[in-house]
Structure formats: structure tokens, C-alpha cells
């Protein structure tokens, strides 16, 4: 069976508690689980914005799977 690919989706300000829980399954070797972060080395809000949105698209189109993480303060997001 091919290994599944996920796109995480989340408000890096206010979850990033959810990152952190995903490193850690990674990290326990009782889970059969791989998380790798790449994400943009620039902040989404910055001047380089259309370059990070291009960058995120390509990893999503990439993805077999979409998750999104949806926290209290998410609607907030200009994301």
C-alpha cells in the first residue's frame, strides 16, 4: 500500500500545540507514523506572499490528503 501523504492545515499562531502533538507521535516509535514539516521559510504575511502561497499550493496538489485544523480563533484568519 503507498505511504499516504497529508497536507496539515493550520493557524501556526494560535495551534501550533497541534504541530508540536503531531512531532511527538513521530517521535514515539510505537506509532507507525512519519510527520515531516516543510513549510515556508517566509511569514505568510510578508511582501513575499504570493511566493508562499504558490509554495503551499504545490505541497497541497502534492498531498493525497487534506487536513485542516480548525481552532476557536481560525475564522480569524486571513488565511
Known amino acids: 500500500m503507498p505511504k499516504m501523504k497529508v497536507f496539515v492545515s493550520y493557524d501556526h499562531s ?3 500545540h497541534y504541530k508540536r502533538l503531531l512531532q511527538a507521535w513521530d517521535a514515539n ?3 507507525d ?3 515531516d514539516s516543510r513549510g515556508p521559510n517566509v511569514p505568510i ?4 506572499a504570493a511566493a508562499v502561497k504558490q509554495s503551499l499550493t ?3 496538489k502534492s498531498a493525497t ?6 481552532g476557536e480563533k481560525s475564522h ?3 488565511w
Do not use: I
Not at 65 to 70: A, G, R
Open 76 to 78: 480569524k484568519s486571513s
Open 33 to 35: 507514523f512519519e510527520f
Open 65 to 70: 490528503h487534506l487536513l485542516v485544523l480548525v
Open 45 to 48: 504575511n510578508s511582501n513575499d
Open 14 to 16: 494560535e495551534d501550533a
Open 29 to 31: 516509535p510505537d506509532f
Open 58 to 60: 504545490r505541497m497541497m
